[in-house]
């Protein structure tokens, strides 16, 4: 389903803290991606990247990596390349247990945003109920007046109208310029907590295009207020983002244990705060 999110909450770190005791120091550990030194750090592995020439990032550790052994790039001091590395991680640095690789090719995604819209689709399809109100500049006049109002928690547009387009391309800026965004077709959605229906009235004073509300379990102001303290409380952190849509927060760390999962789940609640691995367990 193609759409297009409305909000996008994310933090980006680029520390490598320290990670929970629970982590189990043999246990091995893979990952691809860039591995880079500089004149104020030695090799360093990296979640995330400033594409600047040469490029800027940090890390954890990187034990017993030698640049002489592994085809790389280099300019002004800073060495980095792509590679798939196994190791042993102890909280703050990875230790090599075999000769890194080249990195693999990443596959397609398989975590895509999900836009499809909850609410039923009505008789006859969706249809503007204000054909004059249903227009870019009343699009963004709802988003604004959304975010205001009590209880928002996420909103995205809905343009599966698209795939029932013969031939369309998505990659093709003809097609997207021709079809997409079209305020008249697309859906607009909205989350909020409690009765997402009371707030009807007041979107559509502005809006005459499709709509789809529906409740969400937690507010976008209460998420970031998970963020913020997620962000203290959880070591080796370094990224975090709000899904309003999905009512949860999203925290990026170097690695996962079912005792660090358990910990979260205990101390914020089951399924509140999801946490995601950069490095993960090898299998053997």
Sequence with gaps: MRGIWLAAVLVALATCGTASAAIVP???????????????HGPQLCAAFNASMPPQCGGPDV???????????????VRWGEYDVVGTWDGTSLTL??????AKPRPARSDRPDFTT????????????APEKATDKALHAAIDRAHKL???????????????????????????ERYANDPRRL???????????????AIREVWGGPLCLSRAPHS???????????????????SAGVDGQ?????????????????????????????????LKPVRS
Excluded at 63 to 77: F, K, N, P, T, Y
């Design 97 to 102: 247990t075999e000769p890194p690789r080249p």
């Design 246 to 278: 999905a009512g949860h927060v999203s925290i990026g760390v170097w690695a996962v244990t079912p005792e660090l999962q358990r910990e979260i789940d205990e101390k914020y609640g089951k399924g509140l705060v999801v946490l995601h691995a950069y």
């Design 220 to 238: 976008e102001k209460e998420l970031q207020v998970v963020e913020g303290r997620a962000l203290k409380e959880i070591k080796g952190v370094f």
């Design 26 to 40: 043999k246990l091995r550990y893979q990952a691809d991606g860039m591995v880079l030194s500089n004149p104020k």
């Design 63 to 77: 034990i017993g990596w030698d640049w002489d052994a592994v085809e790389h790039s280099a300019q002004r001091g």
């Design 187 to 201: 859906v607009l959605n909205l989350r909020f907590t409690g009765d997402a229906t009371a707030r009807e009235s």
């Design 150 to 176: 009590p209880g928002y928690a996420a909103g995205w547009l809905d343009q599966g109208y698209l795939d029932e387009i013969d031939g369309y391309d998505s990659n093709d800026p003809r097609y997207v």
């Design 118 to 129: 909850p609410c039923p689709t009505p008789e006859g399809g969706w249809r503007p109920v």
